[in-house]
């Protein structure tokens, strides 16, 4: 399972960085996709990172504002968030696909583990 962790409140207009890692999962090997629920709200796909070129989705909501990046050697990927938004508040989870991201739909991603908890208020 893939561990979600990092979250915590910020200010609207601030950043946090999170982390996913595995102990017995090697990252590298799969497209690792990030996804958001809100209460009340279908898990939403955020951003995927592909292999093996590392290609990148982001959806329109937070594209130009999220970033994802992989760390192979410490077998994690990233999701930088800068700009935030009360909407970004939400439970971020991360997940893996085999090879690509191809469509980035939780029903297509796998290893599901805990999420992070991330609220945007001031």
């Known amino acids: 399972q893939l561990q979600a962790s990092g979250g915590g409140l910020v200010q609207p207009g601030g950043s946090l960085r999170l982390s996913c890692a595995a102990s017995?999962?090697?990252?590298?090997?799969?497209?690792i996709g990030w996804f958001r629920q809100a209460p009340g709200k279908e898990r939403e796909g955020v951003g995927c990172?592909?292999?093996?070129?590392?290609?990148?989705y982001y959806s329109d909501s937070v594209k130009g504002r999220f970033t994802i990046a992989r760390d192979n050697a410490k077998n994690t990927v990233y999701l930088e968030m800068n700009s935030l938004k009360p909407e970004d508040t939400a439970v971020y989870y991360c997940a893996a696909r085999n090879w690509r991201c191809g469509v980035v739909t939780a029903k297509y991603f796998g290893s599901w583990g805990q999420g992070a908890l991330v609220t945007v208020s001031s």
């Open positions: 990172i592909s292999r093996p070129d590392g290609s990148l």
């Open positions: 017995r999962f090697t990252l590298s090997y799969h497209a």
